[in-house]
């Protein structure tokens, strides 16, 4: 999580990520696809004698065909959006950016399905390309 995002507090004493808008905050894909940008994991794949590679392997398998599932990420996402739409972040995107300037499309469970259906094929091809030695 990069943008979009305001830690709230809820009226418990919980915090929690609430987004500050739908049009960026679930998919766009300003970076691309970047999978090392956490210098940690980066020098861990780089590492040979500490087995990580093959210990994410089988991890990312079991994930992906959980949590990571398109299915499974798809209706996460849909909650989330519904989350941020009662928290007023739709409303804000029509205040703050009139419809002739925005993407309606951007934010919504179609895109995000449309956006997964891309991306967890280039995650596959990340982990599954990654040396074992």
């Given at each position: 999580i990069r943008h979009n995002f305001n830690l709230a507090k809820s009226g418990s004493g919980k915090f929690y990520l609430l987004s500050w808008d739908n049009e960026g905050s679930f998919g766009v894909n300003w970076f691309a696809f970047e999978p090392d940008t956490n210098n940690l994991i980066k020098r861990l794949?780089?590492?040979?004698?500490?087995?990580?590679?093959?210990?994410?392997?089988?991890?990312?398998?079991?994930?992906?065909?959980?949590?990571?599932?398109?299915?499974?990420?798809?209706?996460?996402?849909?909650?989330?959006?519904?989350?941020?739409?009662?928290?007023?972040?739709?409303?804000?995107?029509?205040?703050?950016?009139?419809?002739?300037k925005r993407d309606v499309y951007m934010g919504t469970a179609t895109y995000i399905d449309r956006y997964l259906a891309s991306w967890l094929p280039k995650a596959d091809k990340m982990v599954s390309d990654l040396p074992e030695k």
């Amino acid at each position: 999580i990069r943008h979009n995002f305001n830690l709230a507090k809820s009226g418990s004493g919980k915090f929690y990520l609430l987004s500050w808008d739908n049009e960026g905050s679930f998919g766009v894909n300003w970076f691309a696809f970047e999978p090392d940008t956490n210098n940690l994991i980066k020098r861990l794949t780089k590492l040979p004698a500490t087995g990580f590679n093959t210990k994410l392997k089988a991890r990312w398998k079991i994930l992906h065909a959980d949590q990571f599932s398109q299915g499974k990420m798809a209706a996460r996402f849909a909650a989330y959006i519904s989350d941020s739409n009662k928290g007023g972040a739709r409303a804000r995107d029509v205040v703050l950016w009139p419809q002739s300037k925005r993407d309606v499309y951007m934010g919504t469970a179609t895109y995000i399905d449309r956006y997964l259906a891309s991306w967890l094929p280039k995650a596959d091809k990340m982990v599954s390309d990654l040396p074992e030695k």
